[in-house]
């Protein structure tokens, strides 16, 4: 009996430790972790709709996710599942969520922001054009290639008509 109180005292200890590194010693209560979670994914879908506010394509897209999410029927999911089915749903995915969520956390927006306003993306399609035009004259060279093997083809068989005859008429 002793044995087990002090191991459970350890496990509890340990368990204290990894939630202090995990969450950060700031954090005191599941409550408290829950709305600096629930924070942070506030901050970073602000940061996210700033950075990508000036991109017509990611703001279709964003439009087409919304008028998808207006298919989906809340009552007929919840239906489906029941209260405890859901929690235990929620509790299930409470992992994946986590770490999705310090993933999201690791990502410099700022960084984003700047690759996605990076020169190189701004001059694509100045670029496509100029590999346009390469495929364009490779193409040309191509078809201008054939036309010289074709010729040096004809005069290969001319001197090799003429070689039969003179190696004929030497005979």
């Known amino acids: ?5 002090v191991v459970i005292s350890v496990l509890e200890d340990r368990i204290a430790a990894l939630e202090r590194r995990v969450f950060g010693d700031e954090i005191n ?17 602000s940061q996210i709709l700033r950075a990508v506010s000036s991109r017509d394509g990611v703001l279709n897209l964003m439009k ?25 749903a929620i ?4 992992p994946i969520i986590r770490q999705v969520y310090g993933i999201v956390k690791g990502i410099n927006l700022d960084q984003v922001n700047e690759t996605i306003n990076s020169e190189a993306l701004r001059s694509l399609p100045t670029l496509e ?11 040309e060279q191509q078809h201008q290639y054939e036309d ?3 010729k040096v083809r004809a005069v290969e068989e ?9 190696s004929a008429a030497n005979r």
Do not use: H, P
Request: no cysteine; proline share 0%; glycine share 6%.
């Open 129 to 139: 054009g100029e590999v346009a035009k390469l495929k364009l004259v490779q193409f």
């Open 29 to 45: 209560s599941k409550i408290q972790q829950n709305r600096q979670v629930i924070e942070e994914i506030v901050q970073i879908n």
């Open 148 to 150: 010289f093997n074709n």
């Open 1 to 5: 009996m002793k044995n087990e109180g």
């Open 64 to 88: 087409k996710v919304e008028e998808l999410l207006e298919y989906l029927d809340l009552e007929e999911s919840s239906q489906l599942l029941g209260g405890e089915a859901k929690a235990n």
């Open 91 to 94: 509790l299930a995915a409470d």
């Open 158 to 166: 001319a001197v090799s008509i003429l070689a039969s005859a003179v």
